[in-house]
């Protein structure tokens, strides 16, 4: 792997390609510079990858500018997080109000000065990047690193939307560990834990991209199938319930009920859908347990 690729991505918007060189020159020895002479092409930059964590972006541009792009980039979802700061030639306390307004997070005027423009670029990448942490923490289980509740709860109907527009199969299975209390009874809460974490490494080993495997808490673990009919997951939980089964953690036996549930016409939320898996993982606990049931 090109170790380039690990370095944050900047976005210079100018429309003078001397000035974009200026700051390129301070910049590119730390981070990936994409560059736009225009507010449209701009736009397209923002939402292609390398997606920006950053764009230093010129005020005064013909047909669209600086302000504009900043009002499009804060009004789609998709760019409404990346940082922007403005570069003017501008110095006067009411522009840069404005931008400040419209979401920019700091406000640079020419003639550019290189250790300042650093500098700033670094303070906010680097914000940028804690946020982003956090963020990704509040959505990931701390214990198995799967994603948790909230992280499905957010997705999940994203998902369901995307699978009936193109009308493409979607299943949804509910996993529940047999008999989980008696292990944390017996044995104790860290081997407990580390029996729910042995479990996720089971299930995430078997998850595709575009598949959700996310703990809803406790012993509970939910997984979305992506592209995926009701055979092709039946066959794959087949498989996790199997290895499962011969996985002994701790040397511990340990097993788990399967409900699974497809996307269907009449679902038009994730309710409906997610109280079906739920559904079928009770009966498979009913039947026996260590087994498949389909609703
Ligand atoms: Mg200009």
């Known amino acids: 792997m090109n170790p380039t690729n690990d370095k944050p991505v900047v976005l210079l918007v100018d429309d003078v390609a001397a000035n974009i060189q200026l700051v390129a020159n301070f910049l590119n020895d730390q981070y990936r510079i994409k560059v ?55 110095d006067d306390d009411a522009e840069e109000e404005l931008g400040l307004e419209l979401g920019a997070v700091d406000y640079i005027t020419k003639p550019l ?72 009874d017996l044995y104790g809460h860290d081997k407990g834990d580390k029996v729910l974490q042995a479990v996720a490494g089971v299930i995430k080993a078997n998850t ?41 953690p701790e040397g511990i036996n340990v097993t788990a009920s399967f409900g699974v549930t497809k996307l269907m016409d009449h679902d038009d939320d994730f309710d409906s859908f997610y109280k079906r898996a739920d559904k079928a993982v009770y009966l498979a606990k009913d039947n026996g347990r260590n087994r498949i049931e389909i609703s």
């Open 36 to 90: 736009a002479t225009e507010g449209k092409k701009s736009l397209q930059l923002a939402v292609t990858e390398p997606i920006p964590d950053l764009i230093l972006l010129d005020i005064e541009m013909p047909v669209m500018d600086g302000y504009e792009v900043c009002r499009a980039l804060k009004q789609d979802a998709e760019t409404a997080d990346i940082p922007i700061i403005f570069v003017t030639a501008k």
């Open 113 to 184: 000065r290189p250790a300042i423009v650093r500098a700033r670029v670094n303070a906010h990448i680097t914000l940028k990047q804690q946020r982003d942490q956090l963020q990704k923490m509040a959505l990931i289980d701390q214990l198995t690193h799967l994603y948790n509740r909230h992280y499905l709860i957010e997705t999940a109907p994203l998902k369901i939307a995307n699978a009936i527009r193109h009308e493409s199969p979607l299943c949804m299975v509910m996993i529940d560990i047999d008999f989980f209390k008696s292990v944390n």
């Open 208 to 248: 595709r991209q575009g598949d959700i495997a996310a703990r809803l808490g406790g012993e509970e673990f939910l997984l979305l199938l992506d592209h995926c009919d009701i055979e092709a997951a039946i066959s794959k939980i087949e498989f996790i319930r199997n290895a499962i089964e011969e996985l002994k």
